[in-house]
């Protein structure tokens, strides 16, 4: 059986019905199966997790999508996390049985009916880009909802689905195929925002840092701290200790603690080895010396 995920990201995370209206979307496909929904306030953003045969996830993933371009007006948008529109990004990535070809495929074919019925620009990244300067999420998304109708005007940043015109409502929407992706969060015990962008600097690969490390410094008014958010693209070259131990040794000497980290939504189970691994010190800890997965279907 092949097994496909999808986890779209979409611009609201303070109206808890719109949220809920939007993840029901998902339980309406059969064959398609709601793993996590959740939301963050400060960054006023939600993330849904869901996976299934490939077809009924792509018609949940529309579902899902189209519900959220009519609740979502980014004119009256605002968070602390970089966003592009309401429908943010649709990220589908392979689990079993699909070759990332095929997924690429899939992706661009629901770009395409997504930019028509939604009526929106879609862009293309990851495996799925048709661009090389398009690959990367941050590139795609610099300027913004806000910079979005200048950035459509320019010849290079033609949309590769949908219609060209900027649509003030819903703004535009990434599409694309990758590998599994961990969005893990380093809260600190400081309320110094200038802490947490000289932390996300340092650590992310675009800046000199880490591999596969993608990170920026966010004020949580709501919490009285700060801190470093993150997506790992590649856990087998950034792992989550890897990144915590980072950001100790960055701490040390500065009398700021880390208060708490953060998972949003799920994560591969081998990348949880390396967590018990690190923090047990248990040598050679593999997933399959835990008894539920011998219960997982093969």
Avoid at 41 to 60: D, K, M, Q, Y
Avoid at 159 to 170: L, R
Avoid at 208 to 232: R, Y
């Amino acid at each position: 059986m092949k097994i496909l995920e999808c986890v779209p990201n979409f611009s609201e995370g303070r109206d808890r019905d719109k949220v809920e209206e939007i993840a029901r979307q998902v339980t309406r496909v059969s064959g398609v199966k709601l793993l996590d929904y959740s939301s963050d306030e400060a960054h006023n953003r939600s993330v849904v997790t869901f996976l299934g045969e490939p077809e009924p996830v792509r018609e949940a993933a529309l579902r899902c999508c189209l519900k959220a371009l009519e609740l979502i007006d980014m004119r009256t948008h605002s968070g602390a996390h970089p966003r592009i529109g309401a429908v943010d990004v649709v990220p589908f990535i392979p689990v079993r049985g699909m070759e990332m070809e095929e997924t690429v495929g899939l992706s661009r074919r629901f770009g395409e009916e997504l930019g028509r019925r939604g009526g929106l620009p879609v862009y293309y990244y990851g495996e799925s880009a048709t661009v090389p300067g398009r690959r990367k999420l941050a590139d795609i998304r610099k300027g913004e909802y806000e910079g979005l109708a200048v950035k459509l005007g320019q010849a290079e940043w033609r949309p590769d689905a949908g219609p060209h015109e900027f649509n003030t409502k819903s703004g535009a929407a990434v599409v694309g195929a990758r590998f599994p992706l961990i969005a893990f969060n380093v809260n600190l015990q400081s309320s110094d925002l200038a802490l947490a962008k000289q932390l996300a600097k340092k650590i992310r690969e675009s800046s000199g840092g880490i591999p596969t490390v993608q990170a920026l410094g966010v004020d949580l008014k709501e919490k009285g701290m700060v801190q470093v958010s993150m997506n790992l693209t590649n856990f087998k070259k950034a792992s989550i200790p890897m990144v915590v131990s980072f950001i100790r040794e960055e701490l040390a000497g500065t009398g700021v603690e880390i208060a708490e980290t953060e998972l949003i939504g799920l994560v591969p189970l081998e990348a949880l080895e390396d967590v018990a691994r690190d923090c047990l010190k248990m040598s050679g800890f593999t997933s399959r010396q835990v008894i539920e997965t011998h219960l997982l279907p093969e």
